[in-house]
């Protein structure tokens, strides 16, 4: 039995309206969701005879996008194969002043999502900044660079020095898309 404990106001997004997420997750992986809505603990046992152990991983992967504030939709991304999640703590790269890491979250999401939605096109990459993190959901050629995209910005460079980064990686994405090994 394996637990992953997900924000409790996330847990509502988890479960989808008439239980449609959830159903929709199992259904996916072919393993059984009990969720606590009130405490934010999700339980899942891959460990029965028949269940793929990579789905497992995946599933968890899942879990824990949605906890990060992915819709459902987007996080399910990740059971396809060479879809990752990487999450990036804003404490870390802001220190532990409350004002700081406001700051960098505003600058990662940007004046009406306009930084968070250049990424994402530019990349292919989903982006979410919920509380005192960022995640990323992507693939391995698209992912490594959205990640260095939202660490220039955590470091402090300009946002027009973060999308020329971005605009002179677009070949080599195009690239990728086209399923060409780099």
């Known amino acids: 039995m394996r637990s992953i404990r997900i924000p409790a106001e996330r847990t509502g997004a988890l479960i989808g309206k008439d239980g449609e997420t959830k159903k929709m997750l199992e259904r996916t992986s072919g393993i059984r969701l009990s969720i606590d809505s009130e405490g934010g603990e999700v339980l899942f046992d891959e460990s029965k005879p028949g269940t793929d152990q990579l789905m497992a991983l995946k599933l968890m992967d899942v879990l824990k996008a949605v906890g990060r504030g992915f819709n459902p939709d987007r996080a399910a991304r990740l059971f396809a194969d060479d879809e990752y999640l990487e999450v990036i703590d804003l404490k870390g790269a802001a220190g532990d ?4 890491v406001g700051r960098v979250r505003g600058r990662l999401i940007g004046t009406g999502g306009k930084t968070r939605r250049i990424i994402e096109d ?61």
């Open 97 to 100: 002043r409350p004002n700081q």
């Open 122 to 182: 530019l990349t292919g990459c989903y982006v979410s900044v919920y509380g005192n993190t960022v995640a990323l959901i992507g693939d391995s050629v698209s992912l490594p660079v959205a990640k260095h995209a939202i660490e220039l910005i955590l470091n402090g460079s300009e946002h027009s020095t973060v999308y020329r980064y971005l605009e002179s990686q677009r070949p080599r994405l195009k690239i990728a898309e086209m399923g060409f090994d780099l």
